[in-house]
């Protein structure tokens, strides 16, 4: 686990003036990471189950309802969209989990700056087209 601390000058910038919302009452933004050298999906499932294991004996001393994180601490368990099924909801819980209320806002740039939506990853914010919630392939 990697703990970086946050508090006094972070919690004096409020959280709408930035994409970066974790700042009042955040004392540290904690990073989970585990690294092996194994092949193979049994070495895989393993590690990960290692760190589920942490995740999981630390939630009742981190943010919760919902869970929060940092969109550069990418957890993809928190949810993701595929290029086969993308919906504006399903970006929505993980959005709101990395983004808060700035979510909808970042929403209304992605729009205006891409609404075709060419960069994009599993976790991008997502343009208004997306409201729809059908089905969209993107390829």
Same mark, same amino acid.
């Given at each position: ?30 990073? #989970?990471?585990?690294?092996? !050298?194994?092949?193979?999906? +049994?070495?895989?499932?393993?590690? @990960?189950?290692? =760190? ?41 819980? #993980?959005?709101?989990?990395? !983004?808060?209320?700035?979510? +909808?806002?970042?929403?209304?740039? @992605?729009?205006? =700056? ?26």
């Amino acid at each position: 686990m990697q703990w970086n601390p946050y508090g006094e000058m972070m919690s004096r910038i409020p959280e709408t003036v930035t994409p970066f919302p974790h700042r009042s009452g955040v004392k540290f933004l904690i990073q #989970y990471i585990v690294v092996w !050298f194994e092949d193979g999906n +049994e070495a895989s499932e393993k590690y @990960k189950g290692l =760190v589920r294991s942490m995740y999981e004996f630390m939630t009742p001393s981190v943010t919760n309802l919902p869970r929060e994180s940092f969109l550069n601490y990418r957890d993809l368990e928190i949810g993701n969209t595929t290029d086969a099924y993308r919906t504006y909801s399903g970006a929505r819980v #993980y959005g709101m989990k990395y !983004f808060k209320n700035n979510f +909808e806002r970042l929403v209304r740039v @992605k729009t205006a =700056v891409d609404p075709g939506d060419f960069f994009k990853n599993l976790q991008s914010v997502p343009p208004n087209t997306w409201h729809l919630d059908t089905n969209i392939d993107k390829n």
